[in-house]
């Protein structure tokens, strides 16, 4: 079975300090996928990023960054310099490739960030 | 292009009353989902349609049906409504690849629906 845990459940920092999230997961699958979801306020999920598990290349996409380390069974999220608009619950999820194969969701990281 | 249009917004049923929430996309995937979003559970899969003529149970299927009723529209009904059943309703839809790929979901607005 998969899971993914997201230890953290809340985080606060004040504007333009950087912040991680953290996910790990566990699969018996050697092909398989990582996501991150962002839902802000608002409520809408939002798709930030798709990672497949032969692809250990770290990416950067403006003040986010993603570090995907298999020897950890880790998938962080970074957000440099902060800021209000990041304010909302990330979630990390993960996709295993088999028949039926279904999307698992973390439990989601609260990120608060302060003016 | 909507994406994934959900209705309605809201909804309160009182305890045995039946609704059904709509879904609809516009992308052309094959793949449609339902969810439930409770508060420090993340998203848990009710029932999925790999494709259209198909339904599958998902983590929590239980109080609930579903109909693929053509490639755009996945409806998710609850017979009879139960305070358990107070969630947020997400749908959500993905192309389907091979069988080696694995696509990301595109989730609708979401309906909150209350059960007193």
């Known amino acids: 079975a998969q899971k993914v845990t997201q230890a953290q459940t809340e985080i606060s920092v004040v504007e333009k300090e950087d912040v991680t999230l953290d996910c790990v997961y566990e699969?018996?699958?050697?092909?398989?996928?990582l996501f991150w979801y962002k839902q802000p306020p608002s409520g809408e999920l939002v798709f930030l990023i798709r990672?497949?598990?032969?692809?250990?290349q770290n990416e950067i996409s403006g003040r986010y960054s993603w570090n995907f380390q298999k020897s950890t069974s880790s998938f962080n999220f970074t957000i440099t310099a902060s800021q209000v608009v990041d304010s909302a619950v990330y979630f990390c999820a993960l996709r295993d490739t088999g028949a039926n194969s279904k999307l698992t969701f973390g439990k989601g990281i609260t990120l608060s960030v302060r003016p | 292009n909507a994406g994934v249009t959900q209705t309605p917004k809201f909804q309160v049923l009182k305890t045995g009353q039946s609704m059904t929430l709509q879904c609809a996309q516009d992308?052309?995937?094959?793949?449609m989902y339902w969810y439930r979003q409770d508060p420090g559970m993340g998203l848990r899969l009710i029932y999925y349609?790999?494709?259209?003529?198909?339904?599958d149970k998902g983590e929590v299927p239980n109080g609930y049906n579903v109909s693929r009723l053509n490639k755009r529209e996945f409806s998710l009904r609850l017979e009879s409504a139960a305070p358990s059943q107070t969630s947020v309703y997400f749908c959500a839809s993905s192309e389907a690849g091979p069988y080696l790929v694995s696509y990301e979901q595109y989730f609708g607005p979401g309906t909150r629906l209350t059960v007193t």
């Open positions: 699969t018996r699958d050697t092909t398989y996928y």
């Open positions: 349609s790999a494709s259209e003529g198909t339904t």
């Open positions: 990672r497949n598990s032969f692809d250990e």
């Open positions: 992308m052309n995937h094959n793949s």
